[in-house]
């Protein structure tokens, strides 16, 4: 695999002398290159990556100069041959390592863990406040609303999933998208931009400086809740740390409903993955609280 991908960003770009190439193991969606400790390469695994990624490219061209923490940049791009392990994109890498939760972990100090959320959260407000003229052109054939995407995810899950979930968890999941699309305040949310992947895997660290360093992998990014994002927080971080980055997002208390519901829903939209792109390991791993 690694030869192959060598030879093909050789073969697109041959002023680019590659001394030194690893693979990276983090990315659900993409195979992930480091090319002379210094570039990050991207190969969709995916047909859906390919679009994704295309999208994503004229997305981060567009926010790159608006946002306080560096994201990529892309440099080498490749959409010669539109299949996946042949799609590629490449950008300077941005110093730091995964956010996971044991990092936050390690930060005791009040203070420093309030920077670390303020940092995540301006990030998002940032994101979050971009203006539709300004990503029309990438999202506008895509446009739904809240209340239809939540419904479709509800028809997948019942289509894809619901045969292989006890009774009680099945009964739990109708109640739980019930009670969301059934709420009138849920009926017209404002759509903002989102990061649409918020996790401890795209956001990086920096230990020495006890500072976040950068978000990366935009491919699903678009137009939904920005309580999605809050709920991305939530989920990697636990409930004490999602609490200080609801307090200072602005109107947090008014979408904490939502940030809870969207929670809910990330183990079954991994094993949504996993069905729809033959991955039985995610399958498993999201439905294993359900079976």
């Known amino acids: 695999m690694i030869a192959s991908y060598k030879g093909l960003i050789e073969q697109k770009y041959p002023e680019l ?23 990050v390469f991207r190969f969709p695994k995916y047909e859906e990556g390919i679009r994704q990624l295309k999208r994503e490219i004229e997305l981060l061209k567009v926010i790159h100069y608006q946002a306080t923490l560096p994201i990529p940049l892309p440099k080498y791009v490749s959409f010669e041959a539109m299949v996946p392990g042949q799609v590629f994109t490449g950008y300077k890498l941005i110093a730091g390592a995964p956010f996971w939760k044991e990092e936050l972990d390690r930060v005791q100090h009040k203070e420093a863990r309030h920077r670390i959320a303020s940092q995540l959260v301006t990030f ?48 739990r999941v109708i109640h739980n998208f019930r009670t969301f699309l059934d709420n009138e305040k849920n009926h017209n949310v404002q759509q903002t931009l989102i990061h649409g992947d918020f996790g401890t895997g795209n956001i990086l660290w920096d230990a020495e400086a006890c500072a976040i360093s950068g978000v990366i992998d935009f491919g699903g990014s678009g137009l939904g809740d920005p309580a999605y994002d809050l709920a991305g927080i939530l989920a990697g971080y636990g409930e004490e740390f999602y609490e200080e980055c609801i307090r200072l997002y602005p ?14 829903t990330f183990a079954l939209q991994e094993a949504l993955h996993g069905v729809d792109n033959n991955d039985p390991e995610a399958f498993e791993c999201g439905m294993k609280e359900y079976r």
């Open 17 to 39: 002398v590659i001394e030194h190439i690893e693979p990276n193991a983090i990315g659900q969606n993409n195979d992930v290159v480091m090319i002379n400790n210094s570039l």
């Open 124 to 171: 998002l407000i940032e994101l979050h406040g971009t203006k539709w003229e300004q990503v029309e052109p990438i999202f506008k054939q895509e446009r739904k609303s809240i209340l239809e995407m939540v419904k479709q995810l509800y028809e997948d899950i019942e289509k894809k999933l619901f045969s292989y979930m006890r009774n009680d968890a099945r009964e």
């Open 251 to 264: 109107g947090g208390e008014d979408i904490s409903e939502r940030v809870r519901f969207y929670r809910s």
